[in-house]
């Protein structure tokens, strides 16, 4: 199964700074994914990170606020842009295991805690 | 995507077996059932996958009946190191998954 690292683990950042999370994944997979949870809810699904081209946003995520890179088969990064304290969350980064796909087994990080004052 | 339903919270005793049923009334014919466990602080961690009937591993059993409009995780003597969110979720088909999570069930174990 897939390792995937992620960094920073936390962060504390400033109301309109823009912070960068970089996720690595220790094999290739073919589908990567970001999330977000707030503190004791459920995860949300931001957006699929495409290998080679623009990510896939969900309902009530936008590109110019959390814009994504996904330049190979193992490396991802989501940027949480001109932050506010309601983007104080954790973001956890996820892959689909190669030949695994159809199935939606999914492996994850250990999360990304930010919190913005 | 199919919507699942499941329990907001459980408690158990140690030493008991738990059973968390997940209802997912319009899942689809290429959709799997998964469930996953989340500690604090930590992603979730997939603990078991089934199409139909029971599967088993080492951590836990998987009951889904014939019509798959439901499923039931079965954990076997619990112990307080299983206290975590476990989430049921439907797989979209189609080739390729986008998984969506429920609210999950949060698994208190009491000694």
């Known amino acids: 199964s897939a390792v995937i690292s992620q960094k920073p683990s936390r962060d504390i950042c400033q109301r309109g700074t823009s912070l960068t999370i970089q996720c690595q994944v220790d094999?290739?997979?073919?589908?990567m994914f970001w999330y977000r949870q707030q503190p004791g809810q459920s995860l949300t699904l931001i957006a699929t990170a495409n290998q080679g081209s623009e990510a896939t946003y969900e309902s009530g995520f936008v590109i110019d606020k959390f814009p994504i890179s996904r330049p190979n088969l193992t490396f991802s990064t989501l940027t949480v842009s001109n932050m506010s304290p309601e983007d104080s969350s954790i973001y956890l980064c996820?892959?689909?295991?190669?030949?695994?796909?159809?199935?939606?087994?999914?492996?994850f990080g250990e999360g990304s805690r930010l919190t913005v004052l | 995507l199919a919507k699942t339903t499941q329990p907001i919270s459980m408690d158990s005793y140690e030493g008991q077996e738990v059973n968390i049923t997940c209802s997912h009334n319009n899942i689809a014919t290429n959709d799997y059932i998964t469930w996953y466990q989340q500690f604090p602080s930590q992603g979730p961690r997939f603990i078991i996958q089934?199409?139909?009937t029971k599967v088993t591993n080492e951590v836990a059993s998987l009951f889904i009946p014939a019509d798959r409009k439901s499923s039931t995780l079965s954990l076997p003597r619990v112990s307080l190191s299983d206290t975590a969110v476990y989430y049921c979720?439907?797989?979209?088909?189609?080739?390729?998954?986008?998984?969506?999570f429920g609210t999950g069930t949060k698994l208190q174990v009491i000694p």
């Open positions: 979720l439907v797989g979209d088909s189609g080739g390729y998954q986008k998984v969506t």
């Open positions: 089934g199409y139909k």
């Open positions: 094999s290739q997979v073919t589908m």
């Open positions: 996820s892959a689909l295991d190669r030949g695994r796909e159809y199935t939606g087994e999914l492996f």
